[in-house]
Structures are given as C-alpha cells and as structure tokens.
C-alpha cells in the first residue's frame, strides 16, 4: 500500500533517475544571458540582413558600379534621383554610376575591413600577449615596451604612413591596419594570462608532466575566449571607423574600389546640389553597422563578462 | 609624487627616440620622393636639390643631424614642399589652432558626457536612464566625419546659422561646429563609463552608510560618490586626446580651420617627409605628456595608489 500513489511512484522515478539535472556550463549560460537580451539579438539579424544584401544584392542590380548612365549625367539632380524606373533604386553619384551597385561594394569592404582586421588583431595580439605574459620577465618587458611606444602614436595616422609609404590598395590597407590594431587585444590577453598563469589548475597540469606549450593551447587559451570575443566585437566598428575616416580624407583605396568613407565625403561635396540622397545612403549604412555592432557587442560583454556591470 | 613624476619623464624619452627613428626610417624606406615628378627631373638637378636638402648624406648622418637639431633647436628642417617654410613654422601656425578647437572639444566632451552619466545613473532602471544609454551608443557611432556634413547641411544649408568653414581667429561661431562635429562620439562614450563607474559606486556598502546616516542625496553625491566616478574616466581621457588629435584631422581638412590637420594630410599626398615626420613625432610627443598627465591624475584621485 505504501508508496503506491502515483505521485510517490513519479518522486521515486525522479530519484532512482539521478543526475535527470544536467549542470549547464557556463558558455550555455552566456548564450541565454545574449539571447535574452532582445536588443542585441535585434541588432544580429540587422546586420545579417545588410550581409545579405552585401552578397545577394548584386543580383538585383540593373547597373555595375563602373557604368556611366549617359543618360542622366548632365542632370543628377532631376533625374539620378533614386527611381526603379531607371534601375538606380539609390539613385546615381555625381559622374552618373549607380549608387546601389557602389554602395553594396562599398558596404563590402567595410565588412571585409572589420573582419579581416579583427582576426589579425586576434591572432597577432593573442600571440603576443600569452608569450609576453606567460614568460614574464625581461622579455614581457621588452615586448610591453614596443607595444607602449606603438600606443604613443596616434594609429589612425600611422596608417596613413604606412599608406603613403607603401602605396594605397587593399593589402597595404589590411596590413596597415592590422599591424596597429592587435595592441589593445595584446594587453588585456597579458593581463589575464598574468592572472591565470599562477592559479591552481595550471599548477596541476605542470605537475601532471604537460609541456609548457600544451598548457597554453589547453588551459590558458581557452580561458581567454571570453574577454577575447568581446572585445574582437568591439573593435570591429573601430576598424571599420578608422577605414572610412582614411578614405573620406582621400587616403584610402582608391578608384574604381570604394568604400563607405569614400561615399560619404562625395555625397558631403555635393550636398548643396540637391543630391541628399549621395550623402545619405552611405551615412545610413555606415551608421546601421556600426551601432549594430556596437550593441552587439555590449550584448556580449554583458552575456560573457557579467560581473563587468 | 615628484619622484614618480621624474621616473616617468625619463621612461618616455627612450619611447619617443624610438619613435622618432622608427618613423625616420620607414619614410625613407618609401619608394618614391617629393622630387618624383611627371616629368623626370635631370640627374645633375636632383643631385643639387637632395645635396640643398641633405638628402644626399648616408642615413645615419642624416638621422643623427635630424635628431640633433630638433633637440638643441626644436628645428624639425625645411619643407622638402613649400619653399621657405620650415615644418617648426607650420607648427607654430596650426598647432594653436588645433589645440584651440581640441581643448574645448576635450572639455565638453568631459563636462556633458559626465553629467549625463551621472543623471542616468541616479535614475537608474527609469526611462531617463533608459534614452541616455541609447542615445550614449548612438552617439558613438556618429564620429566626426559623419557629424560634420550633417552639421553643416542643417545649420550652414538649411538654416544659415552658422558659417560653413574657416577660422577667423577663432570667433566662437566658427568654433561650434568643430567641437560638436569632434566631440558627439566621446560624449556617448563619456556617459556610458561614467553611468555604469557610478551605479557600481552608489551600491557600494560607504553609500549605503552615508545613507543611513541620513546624508542627503545631494551631498552623497557630490561629496562621496563624484571622485570615485570619475576614476574610470580619468583613464579614458588619454585614448580621447588620441582621438581628438586623429579628429582634428578630419576638421582641419572639411572646416578649413587651417589646423595641423590640414598641413598632415597634404603632406601626405605630397610626400612631404618632413613636414609628415614632424607632426607625427609632436603628436607622440603630446600622447606621451597627455598619458602622463592622466596617470598623475589618476593618482591623485585614487587614496589606494600611493606614489
């Protein structure tokens, strides 16, 4: 008689099931602190939806963004205006290209500026902060100190050095920007390989016979992907930032490749002539992409680095 | 204090040697000189003018000639561009200027950005709090050279407020839209530092003490809660200068304020080296004084660093 009732028979399943609570890892705890966090999720499918359009926008294109529409030239500001008539859905620049077709390739390379540098920025900046502060000593030392003098100069002109020096096109703008763009990222890895480097569970693997290097691939590395993710998201839209203030100056990649910075500074000459719109559309995809990533990233920090509130 | 001050003086020297030689020889390294013209110049001509501009000197010698005069005489050599200018008197010509527009960029920037920080954070979780911080991360991403059109198509184009450019020894209706243009992205920045250095402070445990003493809200927060604030922020304001000199840039060339700016970037399209060199080199200068300046401060704001 005893125990038979079917709620008796269910808490006896429940115990006799033990471990039916799974423990969640921390990664899936971040992962629903972002995914509760409706305005950031919100930005995600934003900036999915301009890469979408990056990629598949081409299609739609009744013009290149190397096309002259004649048609329109001596009168941009009658008849280039945005239409789906005449197939320029943003209108036209002021030499008559199609300004849909030049922003998709403008929008393009921003993206591929933000991405590209983040991942130098990763790699040379992980690297270079774990062997600095895992070593420690007289090399952490030197290695901080070039980092010190680097930060001693105001990057955005470095990489117009760099790009005066070297020749304007899409490597020299790359290597440009990647080679100042991992110093942030290095010293926070520093930072927190400092203060991994001495904690018990390191003690334990040194102990256990596991080489130096393996105890960095293994337990240092993985330990750091938290702050690293965050703040590769972040520097995104300074890259992407520092790319279209060289360009609208006229120091960026030059013509017939373009970019969001290079947009805007033509539709910011033109503004007095009636072709708001040459200003506006680049302005309101730069703008899109970086609040967007911005949010993103604030999102992630809060998801993966809590107690940073 | 004075101690610190000394000891940190002298570990920026070897910062700004190497910087200076660095940037010596990567431009010397370019391909390419300020004499490569359309039309190649006769040999014995080149000759005369790099021997004119001690061009023809082996590197070192140059380098170390370099080095000395702008050491003894703070003389950064001729403009290999305009005749008869020297880079120290394009200094001394924008280097007010610029400094002008970016102090007061420096100080709105701080002032604005701190308060509504402040703001945000006694009304916190309300719908105050809630707009500063967006309007905090859009304002972030509104930098400098998409302020300044916008700027100028309502107020220059539209409304006829204000002048579209120029300087005019710096009459403040010349000076507002540069700082505004230079300073909106800090002030978002500002503000979202100061809102979340604040709320940590007034949940601390003195807070909560002064509270139940009985403190009123006014003088909890100026008295108690303002200088741990501004700690975080204090050390935001080196990376500010940085930008705010990379700013400058943007509004030297788009308001024609006739700033460092200006001369930086047609010396950049010229190559000019050594009107590029000397601006690069000041403005490391300045980032170092400005660091040093910030950690001083952080000092004194901070009882647990003792020097």
Redesign the interface.
Request: hydrophobic content about 60%; glycine content about 4%.
């Given at each position: 008689m005893l125990g038979r009732s079917s709620k008796a028979a269910k808490v006896a399943e429940e115990l006799s099931h033990y471990g039916g609570v799974r423990g969640r890892s921390l990664a899936r705890d971040a992962l629903q602190r972002f995914l509760s966090n409706k305005a950031a999720i919100f930005c995600v499918f934003f900036l999915a939806a301009i890469v979408l359009f990056v990629l598949f926008g081409p299609a739609l294109a009744k013009w290149n963004n190397e096309e002259i529409d004649w048609a329109v030239l001596g009168d941009i500001a009658a008849q280039g205006m945005p239409s789906v008539q005449s197939g320029h859905y943003f209108g036209t620049d002021e030499l008559g290209r199609d300004l849909y077709s030049r922003t998709i390739q403008a929008t393009g390379t921003s993206l591929m500026v933000g991405l590209i540098g983040t991942a130098m920025a990763l790699v040379v900046g992980t690297t270079w902060g774990v062997t600095a502060g895992y070593l420690g000593g007289r090399v952490d030392s030197i290695m901080m100190r070039i980092v010190d003098i680097l930060y001693s100069v105001p990057i955005t002109l470095v990489v117009i050095l760099i790009l005066v020096v070297a020749g304007r096109s899409f490597t020299t703008l790359f290597i440009a920007l990647g080679s100042v763009s991992w110093l942030t990222m290095s010293r926070i890895v520093r930072a927190q390989t400092l203060a991994l480097k001495n904690r018990e569970f390191i003690e334990a693997a040194r102990a256990g016979g596991v080489s130096e290097l393996m105890i960095v691939v293994r337990h240092i590395i993985p330990n750091l992907l938290g702050v690293l993710i965050v703040y590769a998201s972040l520097l995104v839209p300074d890259l992407i930032f520092a790319e279209s203030f060289i360009s609208f100056l006229g120091l960026g990649i030059s013509e017939p490749y373009t970019s969001l910075g290079a947009l805007i500074s033509e539709g910011a000459g033109t503004m007095g002539y009636g072709t708001l719109w040459q200003l506006l559309v680049p302005l309101f995809f730069y703008v899109s992409i970086t609040f967007t990533m911005f949010f993103i990233g604030d999102g992630l920090r809060d998801a993966l680095d809590p107690k940073d509130r | 204090m004075l101690a610190y001050t000394i000891r940190r003086l002298a570990g920026?020297i070897p910062?700004?040697l190497?910087?200076i030689v660095?940037?010596f020889f990567?431009?010397r390294?370019?391909?390419g000189g300020p004499f490569t013209s359309e039309r190649p110049l006769p040999p014995e001509v080149l000759a005369n003018i790099e021997a004119r501009y001690g061009l023809d000197q082996p590197l070192w010698k140059q380098l170390w000639d370099y080095l000395l005069n702008i050491i003894l005489r703070f003389d950064f050599g001729p403009s290999l561009v305009f005749k008869d200018r020297d880079v120290s008197d394009i200094i001394s010509q924008g280097l007010p200027i610029t400094l002008t527009y970016g102090l007061l960029t420096f100080v709105v920037a701080t002032v604005v950005g701190v308060s509504l920080g402040v703001y945000a954070a006694m009304h916190h979780n309300t719908w105050v709090d809630y707009l500063a911080v967006s309007l905090g991360?859009?304002a972030?991403?509104?930098?400098?050279?998409?302020m300044?059109?916008?700027l100028?198509?309502i107020f220059t184009?539209w409304l006829g407020w204000l002048p579209g450019g120029g300087w005019n020894g710096g009459q403040w209706p010349y000076l507002i839209m540069p700082v505004i243009a230079l300073s909106t992205s800090y002030i978002g920045s500002i503000t979202r530092i100061t809102r979340?250095a604040m709320?940590e402070v007034l949940n601390s445990n003195y807070v909560r003490t002064a509270r139940a003493k009985g403190l009123s809200e006014r003088s909890i927060i100026w008295r108690h809660t303002l200088k741990p604030t501004l700690l975080p922020v204090v050390s935001y304001l080196g990376p500010v200068f940085?930008y705010v000199?990379?700013g400058s840039?943007?509004v030297d060339?788009?308001f024609s304020t006739g700033g460092l700016g200006q001369y930086?970037?047609s010396a950049?399209?010229t190559?000019d080296y050594s009107v590029?060199l000397g601006?690069?080199i000041l403005?490391?200068v300045l980032?170092?004084i400005v660091?040093l300046l910030t950690d001083l401060a952080y000092a004194w704001l901070d009882p647990k660093i003792r020097l």
């Open positions: - | 920026s910062t700004i190497v910087l660095a940037s990567l431009m390294l370019a391909p991360i859009f972030q991403s509104l930098p400098n050279f998409i300044g059109p916008v100028i198509l184009l979340s709320l940085v000199v990379t840039v943007f060339i788009y930086f970037v950049a399209l190559r590029l601006i690069t403005y490391g980032t170092v660091n």
